[in-house]
């Protein structure tokens, strides 16, 4: 029995021996890696977190979307496993603008905070949570616009709304409810409420109930009015008549105001819808030239725009370039459009204007063209001297002229004497 005894105590010191030994190795071997790690981090040294942002990144240009660069410059960072503390020392070099510009006006250390930056940035460029409110309940269909387009528009506006701060379930649920009580608020008391900013409904429904007691408290202060006192010096004594009243002065007569159109201005020409209706034969027309070329043009006072057939102007083949058009009746139309100079007396001037293949007349000059008023007023007015000048003869041959009465008298009745023979001698 002490011959097994001994043994054992035998191993278990042979056992602790050989634990020591290998914690000394491990030790040493430890040593040993670290001061290879040193003297290869001495040789090569590590990269530039921002020289790496710069081949990965650009600079951030007009034409870019501000969530969309930024939600880029996020993923590359968590990419790079780059230190979030330093995202914004490493993004203000690339930021242009209205984006830098916010930056500078940070302070440190906000200036310094990511989160903080990215807020005043989107602020800055009307993306705030409630500017994103006010655009979402804005937000109207185009029919120019592909669907898919304005689908990821609206539900960016309606994350950036709701989901700022990142927020549960409910907390989402209460800021729907809370905007909808919010609009649904007469004028004054949501004006009221609003300046308070609240966030929650408990804050909602203590605002209105506050402004509705201060609204109720005014009304009743309103309501009463204290009685009023008479002066008894102006009071006429008993027995005395009471004085007579001075007459009213007289209405000044109206005058016409500087705004109003001068008589003697020329009229305003119509030429009607012509995208239903034909062209009335009054409508004045003029001689233009359009790119050099000679074209009879209809003068519409009417029209905002100017109109024109394929035959005179023929689109941009590709041309993307289009406007809108309404007429009196409602009727609303996009037809092609294309930038062309227009000649006439009053001079030559650039416009774009619109091809519409079922226009009645080869071109309709409207009011956008700079020279209309002049070369309306040399129209109109010539055939006005002339018509005037038509009615001042015809009244001038109408006057009556005076009679001369043969008579043998000159006074009197006596007789004129009679010229005397003349001698045939």
Known sequence: MEDVVRRLAEVVVRQQRFSEQLAQRQEQTDQVVGLLRESAAARVPLPDARSTAHQLMTKLTAQDDIEAYLHTFEVIATRE???????????????????????????????????????????????????????????????????????????????????????????????????????????????????????TLREVVEAVELAEASAARDTGERAWAPPRRVNPAW???????????????????????????????????????????????????????????????????????????????????????????????????????????????????????????????PMLLGRDWPGFDQLLASTVRPASRELRGRKARSRKERRPRPVLLATESEKEGEPRPKPSPKNSS
Not at 258 to 282: D, I, R
Request: one cysteine or more; glycine letters at 8%; hydrophobic letters at 40%.
């Open 235 to 361: 009071r006429p004594q008993e027995g005395t008549s009471r004085p007579v009243p001075r007459p009213a002065a007289a209405t000044p007569p109206d005058e016409p105001m500087p705004t109003e159109p001068s008589s003697h201005g020329p009229p305003a020409w119509l030429a009607g819808c012509a995208v239903h209706q034909a062209v009335p034969s009054g409508a004045p027309r003029r001689t233009v030239r359009v790119e050099g070329r000679p074209v009879t043009a209809t003068l519409d006072s009417g029209s905002s725009v100017t109109l024109v057939q394929p035959g005179v102007v023929q689109p941009r083949a590709g041309g993307r370039s289009s406007i809108l058009i309404t007429c009196v009746h409602g009727d609303t139309r996009n037809v092609p459009a294309r930038q062309v100079t227009v000649a006439a007396g009053p001079g030559s001037w650039t416009l774009e204007i619109g091809i519409v293949d079922d226009l009645p007349v």
């Open 81 to 199: 496993a780059l230190d979030k503390a330093e995202w914004a020392k490493i993004l203000a070099p690339f930021l242009t603008g209205e984006a830098q510009r916010a930056y500078v006006a940070l302070q440190p250390p906000a200036s310094e905070d990511y989160d903080a930056l990215k807020r005043e940035i989107l602020a800055r460029l009307g993306l705030s949570p409630i500017s994103a409110a006010q655009q979402f309940h804005q937000w109207s269909y185009e029919d120019q616009v592909p669907v898919r387009a304005q689908a990821a528009r609206l539900s960016r506006l309606g994350q950036l709304w709701l989901l700022a701060g990142e927020p549960s379930a409910s907390q989402v649920a209460e800021r729907v409810v809370v905007d909808r009580l919010l609009r649904a608020l007469p004028r004054r008391c949501r004006t009221t409420v609003g300046m308070k900013g609240p966030t």
